[in-house]
């Protein structure tokens, strides 16, 4: 059984930086693809970016791409999440995620490939 944690979420204003951290136990962390996801009040679960098992590959959604940095310490068994020039509509729970199988491709971006989940972090951007 995998366990996920997330950590850093706050309040900021528009235009400014939060870093998110997701711990992991349980499991083999370094086997794992690992995903960031976004759901704000009265829509879906948004992708926001996902690492794979080795790091040496990333994806972002359109919405952050530019600004979200995602990264992974596999001797840590972290994946921060680095969120830079903020915007009110990144207002939203964000969700760590583990995904055992370590294919990558176009399917790390639907949450229902994800085996585990975090119970969320609240990131709050005022304008």
């Known amino acids: 059984q995998v366990q996920l944690v997330e950590s850093g979420g706050g309040l900021m204003q528009a235009g400014g930086s939060l870093r998110l951290s997701c711990a992991a136990s349980?499991?083999?962390?370094?086997?794992?693809?690992m995903g960031w996801f976004r759901q704000a009040p009265g829509k879906e679960r948004e992708f926001v970016a996902a690492i794979s098992s080795g790091g040496g590959s990333t994806s972002y959604g359109d919405s952050v791409r530019g600004r979200f940095t995602i990264s992974r310490d596999n001797a840590k068994n972290t994946v921060p999440l680095q969120m830079n020039s903020l915007k009110p509509e990144d207002t939203a729970v964000y969700y760590c995620?583990?995904?055992?199988?370590?294919?990558?491709?176009?399917?790390?971006?639907?949450?229902?490939?994800?085996?585990?989940w975090g119970q969320g972090t609240q990131v709050t951007v005022s304008s």
């Open positions: 349980g499991g083999i962390f370094s086997r794992y693809v």
């Open positions: 995620a583990a995904r055992i199988s370590a294919g990558w491709g176009i399917l790390i971006q639907y949450h229902n490939q994800y085996n585990y």
